[in-house]
């Protein structure tokens, strides 16, 4: 027998409940996995499902490997309370007019979203769901299908968000979109949320903030300081994308470079350059360092290879050819990002 509504009630108000434990989460999100695979009847077997597609700024994950990100049980369960104290924050603001929140880059499941059905009505929410791919497409129909949800749904679209032009009558209250690896690296988050935030200006966006440091690692695990802080690269927020959906009416997409002077350390075992993502999903809602697939280091460059110190560094974040950040020394490239194999989430 299939998973009815009242088990997806059982599993998202345990994945809600401020009382869970690290298990408790881990465990329910299992669940919604399991329960959105019986549903879908997805097929994990099928090789369109494992294929990965581009987009006009970045590559677009597949959707064996948007499934299975439930798996990272923090994002998962962080972005699901985020996305709903949102939605409760404009029913608070206005009670008489349901919340039409925009969601790009669903996959298979609409995993952020659908679960919330159990908790507001058609009357309070309603969606805009949108995907690049058409497997994703299909599969996320039949659960709507499967459950009766239509009257939730505006439309389902398959479309590249990086390009979507937003209907009048349907300029949505929320943005939501976590198209995004660690250190904003391959995806297309940042320009899918220039082009719909630049849309609607109004809206609340979540995530809210994006933000990528560069730190010095240390190297060994049992180290009590994991990394030292050296500079800020890039917070991006509605504002940072407002920003950059107005420079594109200009033909200037380009980031700042930031000239980042980096001291011998005193400790040799801060050896490594890194990455590091923190996100602000919604309100209180963070997912800070290693909490998250999102938020574990990106390993750039040995910092052993330097002779002469201070080292200049150039970096800066690019969406062309593939979203990431390049860094550059005397004139010669020590990073830059490559289109590989995005890893399924075990």
């Not at 058609?122 to 299908?145: K, T, V």
């Not at 459950?147 to 679209?157: S, W």
């Not at 994308?241 to 594109?248: F, P, V």
């Not at 000239?259 to 490594?272: C, F, G, H, N, T």
Request: hydrophobic residues 45%.
């Amino acid at each position: 027998m299939k998973p009815s509504l009242d088990d997806l009630k059982r599993i998202t108000e345990k994945m809600l409940a401020e009382e869970s434990s690290y298990l408790d989460l881990r465990n329910a999100c299992g669940s919604l996995l399991d329960f959105f695979y019986q549903v879908s009847e997805f097929d994990d077997t099928d090789p369109v499902n494992g294929q990965h597609m581009q987009s006009q700024a970045g590559q677009a994950v597949s959707p064996e490997a948007a499934a299975v990100c439930i798996r990272d049980f923090m994002r998962t369960c962080v972005f699901l309370r985020g996305i709903k104290e949102a939605i409760s924050t404009k029913l608070q603001s206005n009670p008489d007019k349901a919340v039409t929140v925009l969601y790009a880059g669903t996959g298979p499941f609409a995993t952020l979203l659908i679960p919330l059905v159990t908790l507001f009505s058609p009357a309070q929410l309603n969606m805009l769901l949108l995907d690049i791919n058409p497997a994703s497409i299909a599969y996320l129909s039949r659960i709507i299908r499967n459950f009766n949800l239509e009257p939730y749904i505006l439309q389902v679209v398959e479309t590249d968000a990086v390009t979507y032009r937003i209907p009048e009558q349907w300029k949505p209250d929320i943005i939501l979109s976590e198209t995004m690896m660690p250190s904003l690296k391959t995806e297309p988050q940042v320009s899918i949320v220039a082009n719909l935030v630049g849309q609607c200006p109004q809206v609340l966006l979540v995530p809210e903030m994006i933000e990528v440091s560069a730190v010095l690692y240390n190297n060994k695990q049992t180290a009590g300081k994991r990394f030292i802080n050296l500079e800020t690269l890039l917070v991006f927020t509605k504002e940072a994308a407002l920003k950059m959906a107005a420079e594109q009416q200009t033909g200037d997409t380009g980031f700042p470079v930031t000239i980042l002077e980096v001291q011998k350390p005193a400790e040799p075992v801060y050896s490594r350059l890194a990455l590091l993502t923190r996100i602000r999903v919604f309100n209180e809602h963070f997912l800070n360092y290693s909490e998250s697939s999102l938020t574990i280091p990106v390993f750039v460059y040995n910092m052993h290879s330097i002779k002469t110190w201070p080292a200049v560094l150039n970096i800066q974040y690019r969406i062309f050819p593939i979203p990431g950040f390049t860094i550059s020394k005397d004139g010669l490239t020590l990073f830059e990002v490559k289109n590989k194999e995005i890893p399924i989430i075990n």
